[in-house]
T-cell receptor
Framework: EPEVTQTPSHQVTQMGQEVILRCVPISNHLYFYWYRQILGQKVEFLVSFYNNEISEKSEIFDDQFSVERPDGSNFTLKIRSTKLEDSAMYFC??????????FGNGTRLTVT | AQSVTQPDIHITVSEGASLELRCNYSYGATPYLFWYVQSPGQGLQLLLKYFSGDTLVQGIKGFEAEFKRSQSSFNLRKPSVHWSDAAEYFCAVVPGYSSASKIIFGSGTRLSIRP
C-alpha cells in the first residue's frame, strides 16, 4: 500500500537555526498537509496545500513557517528561525480528495 | 465550542479481553469520524472512518466502531485484543461538509496490554 514518507525521522537543531522537514506524499494525491504534535498534547493542524498554493492555515502557522512543493513529488515545511517551543513531532499527510488523510510516520524536531 | 473528548487517558486490558475506547464529540451536524492508532515512534494509521450510512463501521486489525447520534459518540471496539494492539488511539472529527484541514483530534487514549 502506498505510504507517505517523511525524512528525517529525528532532527536536532539549535535555536535560531532554519530547518526543512521533507515529505513525499502518495503520488496521486492532490491535497497535502502539515500537522504537529507537541509532546503530550493533541495533534494540531498547521497548513493545507492544494494546486500549488496554501489553501488553509492555522494561527500557529506564522511567518516563521513556509511550505513548498519544489519538484512535484516532495512537500517541505521550513521553519525559518526555530524556537524552543517548535520542538514537536511534525506529521505530513496527503489526501486524494481532502478526506480522509494518510499520515506519514513523522519527524521529531528537537530544538536545543 | 467544537470539541472531541476521549475521557480515558490510559486503559490496561488483559490480552484476549474485549476492548472499548470512548469518544464523544460536540458538533451540531453529523461530522466525519475517524479513529487513528499511533504506535511508539510511529505515525498515525487510519483504523476506520465513518462518513454516512451504516452506523457500525468495520476497520483494519479487527477493530470496529459504532456511531450513535443520540449520544454523540463513536466508540472503538475490539472483541479480543492482542499484545501488538498496545498503542495510543486517537479519535478525530471533521465537521460535516468541512475540509479535512478542519480535522480535530482528541487527546488520545493510551492502551496497555497485560500479558
Amino acid at each position: 500500500e502506498p505510504e507517505v514518507t517523511q525524512t528525517p525521522s529525528h532532527q536536532v537543531t539549535q535555536m535560531g537555526q532554519e530547518v526543512i522537514l521533507r515529505c513525499v506524499p502518495i503520488s496521486n494525491h492532490l491535497y497535502f498537509y502539515w500537522y504537529r504534535q507537541i509532546l503530550g498534547q493533541k495533534v494540531e493542524f498547521l497548513v493545507s496545500f492544494y494546486n500549488n498554493e496554501i489553501s488553509e492555515k492555522s494561527e500557529i502557522f506564522d511567518d516563521q513557517f513556509s511550505v513548498e512543493r519544489p519538484d512535484g513529488s516532495n512537500f517541505t515545511l521550513k521553519i525559518r528561525s526555530t524556537k524552543l517551543e517548535d520542538s514537536a513531532m511534525y506529521f505530513c499527510a496527503s489526501s486524494p480528495d481532502n478526506s480522509p488523510l494518510h499520515f506519514g510516520n513523522g519527524t521529531r524536531l528537537t530544538v536545543t | 465550542a467544537q470539541s472531541v473528548t476521549q475521557p480515558d487517558i490510559h486503559i490496561t486490558v488483559s490480552e484476549g479481553a474485549s476492548l472499548e475506547l470512548r469518544c464523544n464529540y460536540s458538533y451540531g451536524a453529523t461530522p466525519y469520524l475517524f479513529w487513528y492508532v499511533q504506535s511508539p515512534g510511529q505515525g498515525l494509521q487510519l483504523l476506520l472512518k465513518y462518513f454516512s450510512g451504516d452506523t457500525l463501521v468495520q476497520g483494519i486489525k479487527g477493530f470496529e466502531a459504532e456511531f450513535k447520534r443520540s449520544q454523540s459518540s463513536f466508540n472503538l471496539r475490539k472483541p479480543s485484543v492482542h499484545w501488538s494492539d498496545a498503542a495510543e488511539y486517537f479519535c478525530a472529527v471533521v465537521p460535516g461538509y468541512s475540509s479535512a484541514s478542519k480535522i480535530i483530534f482528541g487527546s488520545g487514549t493510551r492502551l496497555s496490554i497485560r500479558p
